[in-house]
């Protein structure tokens, strides 16, 4: 009877991380269609300089800097998206925003957008990856390489 009993608690402790490990990887799926319509969005203010008005962020800015503005965000945004989705370990992300802020497109955007990332953030991935982020930022005291 007890053989039994561990039985059944083992499948139902199978089927339940396999419940887990389902849902886990749909909100993965979700975060990544998602943001390939971000991107895409993106993409069509790169392309139309008319549509500059739906993100107020960088509408004010000349044409060259608004699309540096937007490339620098896909950048980041990929980086949040890996590190949200687990390819990308805090680690590795430190590094490619350390290198990011060495730039001075990299500081201005993140002087820009900081904000406004803090105020969105919808849970405690978005808030590592700004907290992450906001030290590279103020880490990179040091020299400017300018692009």
């Known amino acids: 009877m007890k053989i039994g009993s561990l039985g059944l608690w083992a499948v139902a402790a199978v089927g339940v991380w396999h419940v887990t ?55 980041v945004n990929l980086w949040a998206l890996e590190f949200r989705v687990g390819v990308m370990p805090q680690n590795s992300l430190r590094v490619h925003l350390k290198d990011f802020m060495r730039r001075s497109a990299g500081l201005l955007y993140w002087e820009r957008v900081s904000q406004h990332r803090d105020d969105d953030a919808r849970d405690k991935v978005d808030r590592e990856f700004n907290r992450i982020a906001n030290q590279a930022y103020a880490d990179s005291a040091g020299p400017l390489n300018i692009i």
């Open 21 to 75: 490990q389902t849902a886990k990887q749909h909100r993965q799926r979700v975060a990544i269609d998602t943001q390939i319509i971000v991107q895409e969005l993106v993409q069509s203010q790169e392309e139309f300089p008319e549509y500059r008005d739906m993100w107020s962020v960088h509408e004010s800015l000349p044409e060259d800097e608004r699309r540096l503005m937007l490339h620098c965000n896909r950048w």
